[in-house]
Protein backbone atom coordinates (compact mmCIF):
# COMPACT_ATOMS: atom_id res chain seq x y z
CA UNK A 1 0.00 0.00 0.00
CA UNK A 2 0.77 3.41 -0.88
CA UNK A 3 2.05 5.82 1.78
CA UNK A 4 -0.27 8.62 2.46
CA UNK A 5 3.48 10.33 2.13
CA UNK A 6 3.92 9.37 -1.51
CA UNK A 7 0.59 10.50 -2.46
CA UNK A 8 -0.12 13.50 -4.97
CA UNK A 9 -2.31 16.45 -4.05
CA UNK A 10 -4.98 14.72 -6.25
CA UNK A 11 -4.90 11.15 -4.87
CA UNK A 12 -5.38 12.83 -1.20
CA UNK A 13 -8.50 14.99 -2.60
CA UNK A 14 -9.88 11.61 -3.62
CA UNK A 15 -9.00 9.40 -1.02
CA UNK A 16 -10.65 12.24 1.23
CA UNK A 17 -13.53 11.99 -0.34
CA UNK A 18 -13.99 8.58 0.30
CA UNK A 19 -16.44 7.26 2.57
CA UNK A 20 -13.77 4.77 3.47
CA UNK A 21 -10.78 6.60 3.82
CA UNK A 22 -8.81 7.75 6.63
CA UNK A 23 -5.76 9.64 6.87
CA UNK A 24 -3.34 8.79 9.81
CA UNK A 25 -0.72 11.07 9.74
CA UNK A 26 2.77 10.02 11.39
CA UNK A 27 4.10 12.06 14.63
CA UNK A 28 7.40 12.42 12.60
CA UNK A 29 8.13 12.37 8.87
CA UNK A 30 11.04 11.62 8.80
CA UNK A 31 10.99 8.45 10.66
CA UNK A 32 9.96 5.71 8.01
CA UNK A 33 10.24 2.13 9.25
CA UNK A 34 8.88 -0.71 6.68
CA UNK A 35 7.76 -2.71 10.01
CA UNK A 36 5.56 0.46 10.93
CA UNK A 37 3.95 0.86 7.39
CA UNK A 38 3.06 -2.96 7.32
CA UNK A 39 1.69 -2.40 10.97
CA UNK A 40 -0.37 0.16 9.51
CA UNK A 41 -1.79 -0.69 6.62
CA UNK A 42 -3.10 -3.97 8.61
CA UNK A 43 -5.08 -1.02 11.11
CA UNK A 44 -6.51 0.65 8.35
CA UNK A 45 -8.12 -2.17 6.64
CA UNK A 46 -9.82 -3.50 9.84
CA UNK A 47 -10.74 -0.25 10.47
CA UNK A 48 -12.70 0.08 6.80
CA UNK A 49 -14.02 -3.54 7.92
CA UNK A 50 -15.58 -2.25 10.97
CA UNK A 51 -17.06 0.73 9.66
CA UNK A 52 -18.99 -1.31 7.16
CA UNK A 53 -19.91 -3.29 9.83
CA UNK A 54 -21.62 -1.07 12.03
CA UNK A 55 -22.73 0.83 9.01
CA UNK A 56 -25.09 -2.29 7.72
CA UNK A 57 -26.17 -2.67 11.61
CA UNK A 58 -27.39 0.89 11.55
CA UNK A 59 -29.27 0.16 8.21
CA UNK A 60 -31.34 -2.90 9.28
CA UNK A 61 -31.98 -1.10 12.48
CA UNK A 62 -33.54 1.68 10.70
CA UNK A 63 -35.61 -0.57 8.54
CA UNK A 64 -37.03 -2.50 11.42
CA UNK A 65 -38.34 0.57 13.08
CA UNK A 66 -39.45 2.23 9.91
CA UNK A 67 -41.46 -1.43 9.59
CA UNK A 68 -42.98 -1.07 13.51
CA UNK A 69 -44.02 2.53 13.18
CA UNK A 70 -45.98 1.81 10.26
CA UNK A 71 -47.84 -1.03 12.12
CA UNK A 72 -48.30 1.20 14.95
CA UNK A 73 -50.03 3.85 12.85
CA UNK A 74 -51.48 0.93 10.96
CA UNK A 75 -53.27 -0.49 13.74
CA UNK A 76 -54.27 3.27 14.94
CA UNK A 77 -56.05 4.29 11.60
CA UNK A 78 -57.74 0.98 11.59
CA UNK A 79 -59.76 1.58 15.32
CA UNK A 80 -60.20 5.32 14.37
CA UNK A 81 -62.21 3.54 11.30
CA UNK A 82 -63.94 1.49 13.41
CA UNK A 83 -65.41 4.38 16.26
CA UNK A 84 -65.66 6.64 13.05
CA UNK A 85 -68.20 4.21 11.93
CA UNK A 86 -69.53 3.35 14.75
CA UNK A 87 -70.44 6.92 16.14
CA UNK A 88 -71.59 7.23 12.18
CA UNK A 89 -73.83 4.33 12.81
CA UNK A 90 -75.25 5.45 15.92
CA UNK A 91 -75.77 8.63 14.80
CA UNK A 92 -78.09 7.11 12.19
CA UNK A 93 -80.05 5.04 14.96
CA UNK A 94 -80.43 7.96 17.64
CA UNK A 95 -79.75 11.96 17.68
CA UNK A 96 -81.43 14.25 20.55
CA UNK A 97 -81.91 16.38 17.70
CA UNK A 98 -84.63 14.30 16.01
CA UNK A 99 -86.98 13.83 19.62
CA UNK A 100 -89.09 17.05 19.54
CA UNK A 101 -92.17 18.43 21.45
CA UNK A 102 -94.49 21.24 20.84
CA UNK A 103 -97.32 22.59 22.49
CA UNK A 104 -100.47 24.60 20.60
CA UNK A 105 -103.27 26.13 21.84
CA UNK A 106 -105.32 29.62 22.32
CA UNK A 107 -102.41 32.73 22.95
CA UNK A 108 -105.42 34.81 24.61
CA UNK A 109 -108.23 33.08 26.93
CA UNK A 110 -110.65 34.29 29.62
CA UNK A 111 -109.54 34.13 33.33
CA UNK A 112 -111.92 30.88 34.63
CA UNK A 113 -112.65 29.76 30.61
CA UNK A 114 -112.05 25.60 30.04
CA UNK A 115 -108.93 26.02 27.42
CA UNK A 116 -107.93 23.14 25.70
CA UNK A 117 -104.04 22.92 24.70
CA UNK A 118 -102.27 19.93 22.20
CA UNK A 119 -99.02 18.77 22.90
CA UNK A 120 -97.29 16.69 19.99
CA UNK A 121 -93.85 14.58 20.54
CA UNK A 122 -92.41 13.30 17.74
CA UNK A 123 -89.26 10.25 17.73
CA UNK A 124 -87.72 10.66 14.36
CA UNK A 125 -85.00 8.07 15.14
CA UNK A 126 -84.29 4.68 13.62
CA UNK A 127 -84.14 3.47 17.52
CA UNK A 128 -86.90 3.46 19.69
CA UNK A 129 -87.21 5.59 23.55
CA UNK A 130 -87.79 3.73 26.19
CA UNK A 131 -89.65 4.98 29.67
CA UNK A 132 -90.89 8.05 28.32
CA UNK A 133 -93.10 10.20 30.63
CA UNK A 134 -94.20 13.32 29.83
CA UNK A 135 -94.30 16.44 32.63
CA UNK A 136 -96.28 18.78 32.05
CA UNK A 137 -96.16 22.55 34.24
CA UNK A 138 -97.83 25.52 34.66
CA UNK A 139 -98.38 28.16 36.48
CA UNK A 140 -99.98 27.72 40.41
CA UNK A 141 -103.03 30.09 39.25
CA UNK A 142 -103.92 26.81 36.43
CA UNK A 143 -106.29 24.08 37.46
CA UNK A 144 -106.19 21.26 35.38
CA UNK A 145 -109.42 19.82 34.29
CA UNK A 146 -110.34 16.60 32.73
CA UNK A 147 -107.24 14.96 31.89
CA UNK A 148 -107.49 11.13 31.81
CA UNK A 149 -104.40 9.02 33.10
CA UNK A 150 -102.88 12.75 33.91
CA UNK A 151 -101.24 12.35 37.79
CA UNK A 152 -100.98 15.51 39.72
CA UNK A 153 -97.40 16.42 41.31
CA UNK A 154 -97.74 19.24 42.54
CA UNK A 155 -99.57 23.00 42.14
CA UNK A 156 -97.68 23.42 39.34
CA UNK A 157 -97.09 20.39 37.47
CA UNK A 158 -98.76 17.24 36.27
CA UNK A 159 -96.86 14.03 34.36
CA UNK A 160 -98.44 11.07 31.78
CA UNK A 161 -96.16 7.91 31.60
CA UNK A 162 -95.98 7.44 27.71
CA UNK A 163 -94.00 4.12 28.10
CA UNK A 164 -91.69 3.14 25.11
CA UNK A 165 -91.85 5.56 21.69
CA UNK A 166 -91.26 3.88 18.67
CA UNK A 167 -88.64 5.03 15.54
CA UNK A 168 -90.31 7.60 13.34
CA UNK A 169 -93.59 7.56 15.71
CA UNK A 170 -95.41 10.75 16.24
CA UNK A 171 -98.05 11.34 18.98
CA UNK A 172 -100.15 14.10 20.02
CA UNK A 173 -102.33 14.66 24.01
CA UNK A 174 -104.58 16.51 24.79
CA UNK A 175 -104.60 18.56 28.13
CA UNK A 176 -107.13 20.91 29.61
CA UNK A 177 -107.84 23.49 32.35
CA UNK A 178 -108.38 27.17 33.63
CA UNK A 179 -106.30 29.95 34.27
CA UNK A 180 -107.14 32.41 37.12
CA UNK A 181 -105.65 35.19 37.36
CA UNK A 182 -105.45 39.30 37.08
CA UNK A 183 -105.74 40.73 33.27
CA UNK A 184 -102.77 41.18 30.76
CA UNK A 185 -101.31 38.74 32.82
CA UNK A 186 -99.03 35.54 31.02
CA UNK A 187 -99.15 32.73 31.58
CA UNK A 188 -96.99 29.47 30.34
CA UNK A 189 -97.42 25.92 29.61
CA UNK A 190 -94.60 23.87 29.24
CA UNK A 191 -94.43 20.18 28.31
CA UNK A 192 -91.14 18.01 29.02
CA UNK A 193 -90.52 14.67 27.56
CA UNK A 194 -88.26 12.79 29.38
CA UNK A 195 -86.58 9.34 28.01
CA UNK A 196 -83.81 7.20 27.16
CA UNK A 197 -82.88 5.57 23.85
CA UNK A 198 -83.15 1.93 23.66
CA UNK A 199 -80.44 0.04 24.99
CA UNK A 200 -78.84 2.97 26.38
CA UNK A 201 -78.97 4.37 30.27
CA UNK A 202 -78.46 7.71 29.85
CA UNK A 203 -82.05 9.67 29.66
CA UNK A 204 -82.33 12.77 27.53
CA UNK A 205 -85.38 15.27 27.32
CA UNK A 206 -86.87 17.45 24.73
CA UNK A 207 -89.07 20.46 25.84
CA UNK A 208 -91.44 22.74 24.21
CA UNK A 209 -94.02 25.49 25.99
CA UNK A 210 -96.88 28.12 25.26
CA UNK A 211 -97.77 31.52 26.20
CA UNK A 212 -100.78 32.48 27.23
CA UNK A 213 -102.61 36.36 28.31
CA UNK A 214 -105.04 36.64 29.95
CA UNK A 215 -107.05 39.08 28.39
CA UNK A 216 -109.86 39.32 31.05
CA UNK A 217 -110.36 38.79 35.21
CA UNK A 218 -113.45 36.23 36.31
CA UNK A 219 -112.90 39.28 39.09
CA UNK A 220 -112.37 41.94 38.76
CA UNK A 221 -110.13 43.96 41.73
CA UNK A 222 -109.52 47.58 42.29
CA UNK A 223 -107.21 48.64 45.76
CA UNK A 224 -107.75 52.34 46.61
CA UNK A 225 -104.42 53.38 48.88
CA UNK A 226 -103.20 56.97 49.52
CA UNK A 227 -99.90 57.63 47.63
CA UNK A 228 -98.48 58.85 51.06
CA UNK A 229 -98.69 59.05 54.90
CA UNK A 230 -96.84 60.59 57.85
CA UNK A 231 -95.16 58.16 60.15
CA UNK A 232 -97.66 56.15 62.54
CA UNK A 233 -100.12 57.84 60.16
CA UNK A 234 -103.76 56.85 59.83
CA UNK A 235 -104.17 54.82 56.34
CA UNK A 236 -107.20 54.31 54.47
CA UNK A 237 -107.93 51.57 51.91
CA UNK A 238 -110.77 50.34 49.80
CA UNK A 239 -110.99 47.50 47.93
CA UNK A 240 -113.62 47.44 45.06
CA UNK A 241 -113.83 44.17 43.48
CA UNK A 242 -116.77 43.03 40.82
CA UNK A 243 -117.84 39.26 39.16
CA UNK A 244 -117.01 39.64 35.15
CA UNK A 245 -117.43 36.02 34.49
CA UNK A 246 -120.51 34.75 32.89
CA UNK A 247 -120.68 31.95 36.15
CA UNK A 248 -121.02 32.38 39.79
CA UNK A 249 -117.44 32.33 41.93
CA UNK A 250 -118.05 30.13 44.95
CA UNK A 251 -115.73 29.91 48.34
CA UNK A 252 -114.51 33.12 47.44
CA UNK A 253 -112.13 34.70 49.89
CA UNK A 254 -109.92 37.95 50.31
CA UNK A 255 -106.48 37.78 51.60
CA UNK A 256 -104.67 40.68 52.69
CA UNK A 257 -100.81 40.62 52.72
CA UNK A 258 -99.92 43.50 54.97
CA UNK A 259 -96.41 45.66 55.27
CA UNK A 260 -94.55 45.35 58.45
CA UNK A 261 -95.02 49.02 60.52
CA UNK A 262 -99.14 48.52 59.31
CA UNK A 263 -101.59 47.71 62.57
CA UNK A 264 -105.33 46.85 60.88
CA UNK A 265 -107.64 49.04 63.42
CA UNK A 266 -111.18 48.72 61.93
CA UNK A 267 -112.67 46.79 58.58
CA UNK A 268 -115.80 46.72 56.71
CA UNK A 269 -117.07 43.78 56.76
CA UNK A 270 -114.37 42.65 59.55
CA UNK A 271 -112.46 39.92 58.70
CA UNK A 272 -113.28 35.91 59.28
CA UNK A 273 -109.95 34.50 60.09
CA UNK A 274 -107.09 36.61 61.63
CA UNK A 275 -106.40 40.24 60.50
CA UNK A 276 -105.80 38.59 56.89
CA UNK A 277 -109.00 36.48 55.22
CA UNK A 278 -111.86 37.65 54.76
CA UNK A 279 -114.58 35.14 53.47
CA UNK A 280 -117.05 36.35 50.92
CA UNK A 281 -118.80 32.59 49.73
CA UNK A 282 -120.41 32.46 46.40
CA UNK A 283 -119.93 35.51 43.94
CA UNK A 284 -122.79 36.09 41.33
CA UNK A 285 -121.98 37.34 38.11
CA UNK A 286 -121.99 41.00 37.66
CA UNK A 287 -122.34 40.96 41.70
CA UNK A 288 -119.95 43.82 43.24
CA UNK A 289 -118.59 44.63 46.78
CA UNK A 290 -116.61 46.63 49.03
CA UNK A 291 -114.22 46.22 51.58
CA UNK A 292 -112.94 49.17 53.65
CA UNK A 293 -109.89 48.79 55.56
CA UNK A 294 -108.53 51.50 58.29
CA UNK A 295 -105.19 50.75 59.88
CA UNK A 296 -101.83 52.85 61.24
CA UNK A 297 -99.06 52.86 59.31
CA UNK A 298 -95.16 53.51 61.02
CA UNK A 299 -91.79 53.94 59.40
CA UNK A 300 -89.38 56.45 58.77
CA UNK A 301 -89.49 58.94 56.10
CA UNK A 302 -89.11 58.15 52.22
CA UNK A 303 -89.60 54.18 53.21
CA UNK A 304 -92.48 52.65 50.82
CA UNK A 305 -95.23 50.52 52.10
CA UNK A 306 -96.70 47.78 50.02
CA UNK A 307 -100.30 46.34 50.53
CA UNK A 308 -101.60 43.54 48.33
CA UNK A 309 -105.10 41.74 48.09
CA UNK A 310 -105.69 38.69 46.24
CA UNK A 311 -108.80 37.35 45.18
CA UNK A 312 -109.24 33.17 45.17
CA UNK A 313 -110.19 30.60 47.09
CA UNK A 314 -108.09 27.74 49.35
CA UNK A 315 -107.83 24.32 47.45
CA UNK A 316 -108.00 20.67 49.03
CA UNK A 317 -104.19 21.33 50.24
CA UNK A 318 -104.66 24.55 51.46
CA UNK A 319 -102.69 26.47 48.58
CA UNK A 320 -104.56 29.20 47.98
CA UNK A 321 -105.50 29.43 44.24
CA UNK A 322 -105.76 33.53 43.57
CA UNK A 323 -108.36 34.60 40.94
CA UNK A 324 -107.13 38.35 40.75
CA UNK A 325 -104.99 40.54 42.93
CA UNK A 326 -104.16 44.19 42.89
CA UNK A 327 -101.35 45.87 45.25
CA UNK A 328 -100.85 49.63 45.99
CA UNK A 329 -97.47 51.53 47.38
CA UNK A 330 -97.84 53.87 50.05
CA UNK A 331 -94.47 56.09 51.11
CA UNK A 332 -93.94 57.70 54.62
CA UNK A 333 -93.74 61.40 54.32
CA UNK A 334 -92.24 63.67 56.64
CA UNK A 335 -94.77 64.93 59.09
CA UNK A 336 -95.16 68.31 60.67
CA UNK A 337 -97.02 67.19 63.96
CA UNK A 338 -95.53 65.03 66.31
CA UNK A 339 -98.27 63.31 68.83
CA UNK A 340 -97.69 60.37 71.72
CA UNK A 341 -99.62 59.13 73.75
CA UNK A 342 -98.64 57.76 77.97
CA UNK A 343 -100.59 56.38 80.63
CA UNK A 344 -99.71 56.84 84.13
CA UNK A 345 -96.34 58.46 83.44
CA UNK A 346 -95.45 55.07 80.79
CA UNK A 347 -96.73 52.98 78.46
CA UNK A 348 -97.75 49.65 80.79
CA UNK A 349 -97.79 46.11 79.54
CA UNK A 350 -101.00 45.47 80.96
CA UNK A 351 -103.53 47.62 83.70
CA UNK A 352 -105.68 45.83 86.08
CA UNK A 353 -110.07 45.94 86.52
CA UNK A 354 -110.38 48.73 88.98
CA UNK A 355 -107.39 51.29 87.87
CA UNK A 356 -107.73 54.17 86.74
CA UNK A 357 -106.22 55.38 83.78
CA UNK A 358 -104.53 58.80 83.05
CA UNK A 359 -103.86 59.42 79.80
CA UNK A 360 -101.51 62.18 78.65
CA UNK A 361 -101.39 63.33 75.35
CA UNK A 362 -98.26 65.28 73.91
CA UNK A 363 -98.56 67.31 71.32
CA UNK A 364 -95.55 69.48 69.01
CA UNK A 365 -95.88 71.97 65.41
CA UNK A 366 -92.43 70.10 64.41
CA UNK A 367 -92.67 72.38 61.13
CA UNK A 368 -91.33 75.53 60.13
CA UNK A 369 -94.90 77.38 59.75
CA UNK A 370 -97.24 78.15 61.94
CA UNK A 371 -100.33 75.84 61.86
CA UNK A 372 -103.90 77.17 61.98
CA UNK A 373 -106.96 75.73 63.94
CA UNK A 374 -105.46 72.25 64.77
CA UNK A 375 -107.98 69.50 66.23
CA UNK A 376 -106.64 66.90 68.74
CA UNK A 377 -108.99 63.73 68.91
CA UNK A 378 -108.78 60.46 71.10
CA UNK A 379 -111.13 57.66 70.11
CA UNK A 380 -111.17 54.97 72.58
CA UNK A 381 -111.98 50.89 72.12
CA UNK A 382 -112.39 48.47 74.74
CA UNK A 383 -115.20 46.32 76.59
CA UNK A 384 -113.42 46.83 80.04
CA UNK A 385 -113.44 50.98 80.08
CA UNK A 386 -115.91 52.62 82.44
CA UNK A 387 -117.33 54.81 79.63
CA UNK A 388 -119.86 55.90 82.00
CA UNK A 389 -117.04 57.82 84.17
CA UNK A 390 -114.86 59.22 82.01
CA UNK A 391 -113.45 62.33 82.86
CA UNK A 392 -111.66 64.88 79.91
CA UNK A 393 -109.32 67.55 81.04
CA UNK A 394 -111.10 70.59 79.04
CA UNK A 395 -112.68 69.09 75.57
CA UNK A 396 -115.92 67.02 74.50
CA UNK A 397 -116.76 63.37 74.83
CA UNK A 398 -119.23 61.60 72.12
CA UNK A 399 -120.59 58.87 74.02
CA UNK A 400 -121.66 57.45 70.97
CA UNK A 401 -118.47 57.60 68.66
CA UNK A 402 -116.47 57.16 72.18
CA UNK A 403 -114.44 59.84 70.85
CA UNK A 404 -112.94 62.93 72.80
CA UNK A 405 -112.25 66.07 70.78
CA UNK A 406 -110.28 69.30 71.75
CA UNK A 407 -110.19 72.30 70.01
CA UNK A 408 -109.25 76.01 70.12
CA UNK A 409 -111.74 76.81 71.82
CA UNK A 410 -110.68 74.44 74.56
CA UNK A 411 -107.07 74.49 74.14
CA UNK A 412 -106.11 78.07 72.98
CA UNK A 413 -102.93 77.06 71.52
CA UNK A 414 -104.41 75.40 69.19
CA UNK A 415 -105.96 78.34 67.56
CA UNK A 416 -102.40 78.94 66.30
CA UNK A 417 -99.03 76.56 66.78
CA UNK A 418 -96.45 78.54 65.94
CA UNK A 419 -93.47 76.07 65.25
CA UNK A 420 -91.79 74.11 68.29
CA UNK A 421 -94.59 75.37 70.32
CA UNK A 422 -96.10 72.16 71.99
CA UNK A 423 -98.54 71.18 74.90
CA UNK A 424 -100.48 68.63 76.57
CA UNK A 425 -104.09 67.26 77.47
CA UNK A 426 -105.41 64.52 79.87
CA UNK A 427 -108.50 62.49 80.56
CA UNK A 428 -109.22 59.77 83.07
CA UNK A 429 -110.83 56.65 82.34
CA UNK A 430 -111.31 53.59 84.68
CA UNK A 431 -111.01 50.11 84.01
CA UNK A 432 -114.40 48.66 84.95
CA UNK A 433 -114.19 46.00 88.28
CA UNK A 434 -116.95 44.21 87.86
CA UNK A 435 -116.12 43.11 84.09
CA UNK A 436 -116.47 39.45 83.03
CA UNK A 437 -116.46 37.16 80.02
CA UNK A 438 -119.64 36.46 77.78
CA UNK A 439 -118.19 33.23 77.08
CA UNK A 440 -115.16 30.98 77.12
CA UNK A 441 -114.47 32.61 73.36
CA UNK A 442 -114.62 36.27 74.17
CA UNK A 443 -111.09 36.32 75.93
CA UNK A 444 -107.68 38.69 76.38
CA UNK A 445 -109.26 42.34 76.37
CA UNK A 446 -107.37 45.16 75.07
CA UNK A 447 -107.79 48.71 75.65
CA UNK A 448 -107.33 50.87 72.38
CA UNK A 449 -106.83 54.77 72.53
CA UNK A 450 -105.76 56.14 69.05
CA UNK A 451 -104.83 59.82 69.29
CA UNK A 452 -104.56 62.39 66.02
CA UNK A 453 -103.96 65.76 65.23
CA UNK A 454 -104.87 67.68 62.00
CA UNK A 455 -104.73 71.08 60.31
CA UNK A 456 -105.84 72.18 57.34
CA UNK A 457 -102.66 74.09 56.50
CA UNK A 458 -101.36 70.98 55.76
CA UNK A 459 -102.57 69.65 52.68
CA UNK A 460 -102.44 65.48 52.75
CA UNK A 461 -100.92 64.08 49.77
CA UNK A 462 -103.71 61.29 49.84
CA UNK A 463 -106.35 63.29 49.47
CA UNK A 464 -108.38 60.95 51.72
CA UNK A 465 -108.35 62.93 55.18
CA UNK A 466 -106.66 65.75 57.11
CA UNK A 467 -105.20 63.67 59.73
CA UNK A 468 -101.39 64.62 59.75
CA UNK A 469 -100.15 62.36 63.08
CA UNK A 470 -101.44 59.66 65.19
CA UNK A 471 -100.60 57.49 67.53
CA UNK A 472 -101.86 54.26 68.91
CA UNK A 473 -101.75 52.57 72.25
CA UNK A 474 -102.74 48.78 72.73
CA UNK A 475 -103.15 48.22 76.43
CA UNK A 476 -103.63 45.30 77.94
CA UNK A 477 -105.93 44.06 80.52
CA UNK A 478 -104.81 41.38 83.04
CA UNK A 479 -107.52 39.26 83.91
CA UNK A 480 -109.41 38.87 87.73
CA UNK A 481 -108.96 36.06 90.51
CA UNK A 482 -111.30 35.98 92.69
CA UNK A 483 -110.60 34.49 96.20
CA UNK A 484 -113.29 33.86 98.61
CA UNK A 485 -112.71 32.21 102.04
CA UNK A 486 -116.11 30.88 104.27
CA UNK A 487 -116.26 28.58 107.07
CA UNK A 488 -118.82 26.57 108.73
CA UNK A 489 -119.37 24.57 111.97
CA UNK A 490 -121.85 22.53 110.32
CA UNK A 491 -119.95 21.61 107.11
CA UNK A 492 -121.66 18.71 105.05
CA UNK A 493 -118.04 17.36 103.06
CA UNK A 494 -116.00 17.58 106.68
CA UNK A 495 -118.73 17.55 109.70
CA UNK A 496 -117.17 18.78 113.03
CA UNK A 497 -117.42 18.46 116.75
CA UNK A 498 -117.07 20.29 119.94
CA UNK A 499 -118.61 22.91 121.95
CA UNK A 500 -120.59 26.21 120.38
CA UNK A 501 -119.81 28.59 121.17
CA UNK A 502 -116.41 27.58 121.48
CA UNK A 503 -115.24 27.19 125.36
CA UNK A 504 -112.28 27.44 126.99
CA UNK A 505 -110.07 24.48 127.37
CA UNK A 506 -112.36 22.48 124.91
CA UNK A 507 -111.57 21.60 121.23
CA UNK A 508 -113.79 22.31 118.95
CA UNK A 509 -113.49 21.69 114.98
CA UNK A 510 -114.41 24.23 112.15
CA UNK A 511 -114.17 23.35 108.40
CA UNK A 512 -112.74 26.39 106.20
CA UNK A 513 -113.51 26.10 102.30
CA UNK A 514 -111.41 28.63 99.24
CA UNK A 515 -113.11 29.60 96.43
CA UNK A 516 -111.14 30.74 93.46
CA UNK A 517 -112.80 31.86 90.02
CA UNK A 518 -111.01 33.29 87.08
CA UNK A 519 -112.51 35.81 84.62
CA UNK A 520 -111.23 36.84 81.28
CA UNK A 521 -107.71 35.59 80.46
CA UNK A 522 -106.28 32.11 81.22
CA UNK A 523 -104.17 31.55 83.83
CA UNK A 524 -101.56 29.48 85.14
CA UNK A 525 -99.10 28.59 88.16
CA UNK A 526 -102.15 29.50 90.53
CA UNK A 527 -102.20 28.98 94.05
CA UNK A 528 -103.68 29.80 97.50
CA UNK A 529 -101.72 30.17 100.71
CA UNK A 530 -102.62 31.39 104.36
CA UNK A 531 -100.84 30.40 107.47
CA UNK A 532 -102.87 29.17 110.92
CA UNK A 533 -102.52 31.13 113.97
CA UNK A 534 -100.49 30.19 116.66
CA UNK A 535 -102.95 28.14 118.94
CA UNK A 536 -104.99 26.54 115.37
CA UNK A 537 -104.08 23.18 114.60
CA UNK A 538 -104.56 21.63 111.42
CA UNK A 539 -106.43 18.22 111.70
CA UNK A 540 -105.29 16.75 108.32
CA UNK A 541 -108.89 16.21 106.86
CA UNK A 542 -109.13 18.01 102.97
CA UNK A 543 -111.82 17.47 100.79
CA UNK A 544 -111.80 16.78 97.43
CA UNK A 545 -108.67 14.07 97.37
CA UNK A 546 -108.23 15.37 93.85
CA UNK A 547 -106.81 19.12 94.86
CA UNK A 548 -103.66 19.53 95.99
CA UNK A 549 -103.41 21.20 99.55
CA UNK A 550 -100.11 20.54 102.02
CA UNK A 551 -99.58 22.02 105.27
CA UNK A 552 -96.27 22.65 107.46
CA UNK A 553 -96.11 22.24 110.48
CA UNK A 554 -93.52 24.36 111.34
CA UNK A 555 -94.65 27.10 109.90
CA UNK A 556 -97.89 26.56 109.72
CA UNK A 557 -98.47 27.39 106.34
CA UNK A 558 -101.08 25.75 103.98
CA UNK A 559 -100.78 26.00 100.35
CA UNK A 560 -103.05 24.99 97.83
CA UNK A 561 -101.88 23.82 94.39
CA UNK A 562 -104.10 25.18 91.92
CA UNK A 563 -102.21 25.20 88.67
CA UNK A 564 -104.45 26.22 85.66
CA UNK A 565 -107.65 28.21 85.50
CA UNK A 566 -109.28 29.06 81.68
CA UNK A 567 -111.48 31.85 80.65
CA UNK A 568 -114.39 32.27 83.35
CA UNK A 569 -113.88 29.55 85.48
CA UNK A 570 -116.20 29.96 88.18
CA UNK A 571 -118.33 32.40 86.44
CA UNK A 572 -119.57 30.39 83.12
CA UNK A 573 -118.37 27.19 85.08
CA UNK A 574 -118.28 26.08 88.74
CA UNK A 575 -115.54 28.01 91.03
CA UNK A 576 -112.91 25.61 91.70
CA UNK A 577 -113.22 24.55 95.46
CA UNK A 578 -111.36 22.73 98.45
CA UNK A 579 -112.07 22.75 102.44
CA UNK A 580 -109.70 21.62 105.04
CA UNK A 581 -110.18 21.47 109.17
CA UNK A 582 -109.11 23.30 111.53
CA UNK A 583 -109.53 22.69 115.43
CA UNK A 584 -108.96 25.44 118.36
CA UNK A 585 -108.73 25.27 122.32
CA UNK A 586 -109.37 28.65 123.43
CA UNK A 587 -107.34 29.97 126.43
CA UNK A 588 -108.70 32.02 128.81
CA UNK A 589 -107.44 35.72 127.79
CA UNK A 590 -109.42 34.68 124.92
CA UNK A 591 -112.78 34.84 126.53
CA UNK A 592 -115.54 37.12 124.94
CA UNK A 593 -113.10 37.30 121.93
CA UNK A 594 -113.88 35.63 118.38
CA UNK A 595 -110.38 34.07 117.21
CA UNK A 596 -108.96 33.99 114.13
CA UNK A 597 -109.66 30.81 112.86
CA UNK A 598 -106.98 31.77 109.66
CA UNK A 599 -105.04 34.70 108.85
CA UNK A 600 -105.11 36.20 105.71
CA UNK A 601 -105.37 33.94 102.26
CA UNK A 602 -103.13 35.09 99.29
CA UNK A 603 -104.40 33.74 95.82
CA UNK A 604 -102.00 34.57 92.83
CA UNK A 605 -101.54 33.06 89.14
CA UNK A 606 -99.22 34.27 85.96
CA UNK A 607 -101.93 35.58 83.20
CA UNK A 608 -101.00 34.05 80.28
CA UNK A 609 -102.10 36.89 78.25
CA UNK A 610 -100.29 39.72 79.80
CA UNK A 611 -97.56 37.72 81.22
CA UNK A 612 -98.05 39.16 84.87
CA UNK A 613 -98.29 38.10 87.86
CA UNK A 614 -102.23 38.71 89.22
CA UNK A 615 -103.18 38.59 93.42
CA UNK A 616 -106.38 38.68 95.29
CA UNK A 617 -106.47 38.49 99.14
CA UNK A 618 -109.22 38.08 101.92
CA UNK A 619 -109.46 39.17 105.54
CA UNK A 620 -108.61 36.20 108.14
CA UNK A 621 -111.18 34.21 109.17
CA UNK A 622 -112.54 34.12 112.81
CA UNK A 623 -115.05 32.19 114.53
CA UNK A 624 -117.56 34.66 113.70
CA UNK A 625 -119.08 32.61 110.71
CA UNK A 626 -122.00 35.12 108.66
CA UNK A 627 -122.25 32.39 106.12
CA UNK A 628 -122.83 29.86 108.85
CA UNK A 629 -126.71 29.91 109.44
CA UNK A 630 -126.60 27.02 111.89
CA UNK A 631 -124.24 29.06 114.70
CA UNK A 632 -126.53 31.38 116.70
CA UNK A 633 -126.28 34.95 117.39
CA UNK A 634 -123.92 34.46 120.43
CA UNK A 635 -122.37 31.18 118.58
CA UNK A 636 -119.36 33.05 117.79
CA UNK A 637 -117.25 34.51 121.17
CA UNK A 638 -115.02 32.27 123.83
CA UNK A 639 -117.68 30.60 126.48
CA UNK A 640 -115.96 30.22 129.94
CA UNK A 641 -117.25 26.84 130.49
CA UNK A 642 -118.39 27.39 133.43
Known sequence: MRSYWSMGIQDLEEQLHKHDGEIRESSRADAFDPGHAADDANISLEATSGWRTIRSRFFADR???????????GGIAFIALLVGTFVRIRQTLFSQDRVSVSVTGPSNVNSSDLTDFVISYENANRSGLADAELVVSYPPNFVPEGNANTFRNDASSSSVAIGDISAFEKKTLDFSGKFYGSKDSIAYIRAELRYRPNNVQSRFSAAGQKSVNLRSASLAVELEAPLSVPPSGEVNYLVNYENTSDSSLSNVRMKATFPAGFSLRDADPKPSEGEVVWYLGSIAPGERGKIRLTGNMSGVPNETKTVKVEFGTFQGDNTFLSYSDAERITRIVAAPFSIRQSLNGAKPGAVNPGDILRYTIAYRNDSEIALREAIITVELEGDALDFSRLRPEKGAYDSLRKVITWKASDVSQLGNLVPNASGEIEFNVPVRDDFVPKSVLTKDFQIKT??????????????????????????????????????????????????????????????????????????????????????????????PDTEKISYNERTNKIVWSVGSLGVGEGILAPKRTVAFQVSIRPELNQLNTSPALLQPSLAKATDVFTNEMIQSRTSEKTTSLREDDSLPPSGSKVASGE
Open 63 to 73: AQMIRVGMLAI
Open 450 to 543: TAKIESPDVPNPAGANKIVATDTMWTKVNSRLLLETVGYYKDNVLPNAGPIPPTVGQNTTYTLHWLLSNTTNDVTGAEVSADLPTGVVWTGKTF
